[in-house]
């Protein structure tokens, strides 16, 4: 992170930037110039975005906040030749108010005295700060309450929804039949280098989260088997092992790039040995990030991944691992075979030489295959599901027109459970390429079993944002495979 960044215009609007537009159109108040540069001009330089597509082209009338000193830091960048300058810069740009530097307060009259700033883009800054002010009703309640926190942080209801929260999204990769665990095992053994860390279940900007108020997975464990199990910190003499391994939380959030993808040093080997016992073994991931896990997948008989599950963590995974909660959470990015696959990414386009594990001369790697460990979208279930009878409604689009989607999710097992289905077009041949796969929707249900339910979607213009022409349409539970369908957009 912090580093340069270099996209095409198409790549820009066809990607990056519509979620920013989702986010502003869902009631988003401000919006941050980040550190970095685009093409050349950092972002919190850059009248392009933060003026000409931000205020021009989206008529977002929200206000700009910088970065942790990202406006002093233009003189880094080698746009700025002082503070000062950096000030004109940035306030011209469109950001509307500095974090940390004083950069504005310091030069903005003797800018404008000078002609070097206009007092109308003050004016219209100032606006925008005052605007958010009226908004958030800090004139009408310009003092914070005094104890207001007091009864809402870890009252007992939040703690019960970040528990839920923490088990609906954790993510099941791998399960040859050992979860859900007993809770009348002998003996159960929770080991790992995360086992009984509280820290590491927050992970990075943890706001008012506290370790101390966290419940680690061993005390978790602990409190969820029968009374006849013993829970132990040892594999000697174990029934079965749960072994707690990932990165710690200082390996995520901002500034902590890693070279590897691998897991951190020590964790690999002890994971071995604990499959050289031949006990049955289930291991946790504490992560903040996709891993490159090739050897978990091939050896480890079960493998949950509980991101950084937060205060409630512990009891969170317990209930996770013993059946309390099935598992339903979907992957929001694939999961790389080696950090070498980077970026490895579901929407990727088809190019004129697609992937064919037969031909040399496509595109390809002469060591691995081109598909991710586990793809965007993965996500098993202690349940089984399927969906059958996709439809689409008119089949062929007027211009302007909308389609209805329809497609049945059946709960095939003995199990309640949630399954998430996945909605995804494939565009047609047109002026420029389109990725191979594109998410246009999802939904999450939960079923009983043999339970059948019918969703809906609803594909126009505004979805399928491309060429008329027949598109592929795909109802699946993840990004590979699924039913197909086709609509046609005159």
């Known amino acids: 992170d912090y580093n340069t960044t270099d996209i095409s215009d198409h790549t820009l609007r066809s990607v990056y930037l519509p979620p920013f537009k989702a986010a502003l159109d869902a009631g988003a108040a401000t919006v941050m110039s980040a550190f ?9 330089g850059n009248r392009s ?36 300058d950096a000030a004109r810069i940035a306030l011209s740009a469109g950001v509307d108010m500095e974090m940390v ?15 070097k700033l206009s007092l109308a883009s003050v004016d219209e800054a100032v606006k925008r700060v005052l605007r958010a002010k009226f908004r958030a009703g800090a004139f009408e309640r310009p003092y914070a309450v005094e104890g207001a926190e007091d009864g809402v942080l870890l009252a007992p209801a939040h703690r019960a929804l970040a528990r839920t929260s923490a088990a609906k999204s954790m993510v099941l990769l791998k399960n040859e039949g050992v979860l859900p665990l007993s809770k009348d095992l002998g003996t159960l053994a929770v080991v790992g280098p995360w086992a009984d860390s509280k820290a590491e279940l927050l992970g990075s900007w943890t706001g008012d989260g506290r370790a101390d108020d966290a419940t680690t997975i061993l005390a978790g464990v602990r409190a969820a088997v029968g009374p006849k199990t013993l829970v132990s910190t040892s594999t000697a003499g174990a029934d079965a092992v749960v072994v707690v391994v990932g990165e710690s939380a200082t390996m995520s959030g901002e500034a902590s790039s890693r070279s590897s993808l691998d897991l951190p040093e020590g964790q690999l080997e002890l994971l071995q040995a604990v499959k050289a016992t031949g006990k049955p ?14 050897w978990l997948a091939e050896n480890v008989p079960a493998l949950l991944l509980a991101w950084q599950p937060g205060t409630e963590g512990g009891r969170a995974v317990a209930d996770v691992l013993f059946g309390a909660e099935n598992p339903g959470g979907k992957l929001p990015a694939s999961f790389p075979r080696s950090v070498g696959q980077v970026p490895v990414y579901y929407n990727h386009k088809n190019g004129g030489r697609p992937y064919d594990p037969n031909n040399k001369y ?36 007027a ?58 979607f609803v594909l126009g213009p505004e979805e ?21 369908a086709e609509l046609r957009q005159k």
Request: proline letters at 7%; hydrophobic letters at 35%; charged letters at 20%.
């Open 49 to 84: 975005t933060l003026t000409g597509i931000l205020r021009q082209e989206w008529g977002w009338d929200g206000l700009v906040v910088s970065d942790y000193t990202s406006v002093a830091e233009l003189v880094n960048h080698g746009v700025a030749a002082d503070g000062k």
């Open 362 to 397: 496509t595109s390809r790697y002469l060591d691995l295959p081109n598909t991710p460990l586990y793809p965007f979208g993965f996500g098993l279930s202690y349940t089984t599901f399927a969906l059958s009878e996709l439809s689409v409604r008119p089949a062929e689009l």
């Open 101 to 115: 530097s004083r950069l504005y307060n310091k030069h903005g009259a003797e800018l404008v005295k000078e002609g």
């Open 281 to 294: 073994f289930v291991v946790v991931l504490l992560t903040g990030r996709p891993l490159a896990l090739p």
């Open 399 to 456: 211009p302007g027109g909308k389609a209805e989607v329809t497609v049945s999710v059946k709960n095939t097992g003995a199990r309640a459970g949630d399954e998430v289905v996945q909605l995804y077009i494939r565009a047609p041949a047109g002026p420029t390429t389109r990725p191979v796969r594109e998410l246009k929707g999802f939904r999450r249900v939960t079923l009983a079993p043999g339970e059948v339910r019918r969703l809906e």
């Open 36 to 44: 970095n540069d685009l093409n050349g001009v950092p972002a919190s």
């Open 464 to 484: 399928l944002g491309g060429p008329t022409g027949t598109y592929q349409v795909f109802a699946g539970t993840s990004s590979v495979g699924g039913l197909t």
